[in-house]
């Protein structure tokens, strides 16, 4: 049986507990028959629950391993152009070839701008970005002394938690 026809049965025993509100013997045993059924269920589910964190974790470490690596590559490749450029420069060299899978140039690139003092710049030439954003603690702490807030208000939200 599974955990929602486990929560249905039980839901529809307490839904036909007649007027007095008292609960059969018949009923009872059911219930704990049930309770346990849904213990079961429930641990199972759990378990499930935790397998999948602990391999969601194990790749989010993967993640950060590789990430890590890639980062470390990058850093290496730099260098190592940095290293390659530099050199090819002192001896005067902008080409070789040679190699049947590449060629090595120094290459002009476009004209960029580099700006060296930001607050010297005429105001002609400055962007202004606007970026407004919700204060949900300043909203939390009004409500919480009292204040009402229009299109805001205050919930408490349960969540299943396995540990």
């Known amino acids: 049986m599974k955990l929602y026809e486990i929560s249905t049965q039980y839901q529809d025993i307490f839904n036909n507990v007649d007027e ?7 009923q009872l045993d059911l219930i704990g028959e049930l309770s346990d059924d849904f213990r079961d269920k429930a641990i199972a589910i759990a378990s499930f ?7 969601k974790e194990a790749i989010d470490n993967a993640i950060k391993g590789m990430s890590d690596r890639k980062s ?24 070789i070839t040679g190699s049947p899978y590449f060629k ?7 004209v960029s701008v580099e700006v060296m003092d930001e607050s010297l710049l005429p105001q002609e030439y400055l962007r202004e970005r606007v970026s407004v954003s919700v204060d949900k ?3 939390k702490d009004d409500i919480n002394a009292g204040f009402e807030i229009p ?6 939200k349960l969540k299943l938690e396995i540990k």
Do not use: F, W
Request: charged share 25%.
């Open 104 to 110: 090595i140039r120094i290459k002009a690139c476009p």
């Open 72 to 95: 470390r590559l990058s850093g290496k490749i730099s260098s190592m152009g940095d290293y390659l450029h530099n050199n090819m420069q002192l001896v005067g060299l902008t080409e």
């Open 151 to 156: 299109g805001a208000s205050l919930v408490r």
């Open 137 to 139: 603690i300043k909203i």
């Open 20 to 26: 007095s509100g008292e609960i059969s013997e018949e």
């Open 49 to 55: 629950i935790k397998n999948l964190e602990a391999e």
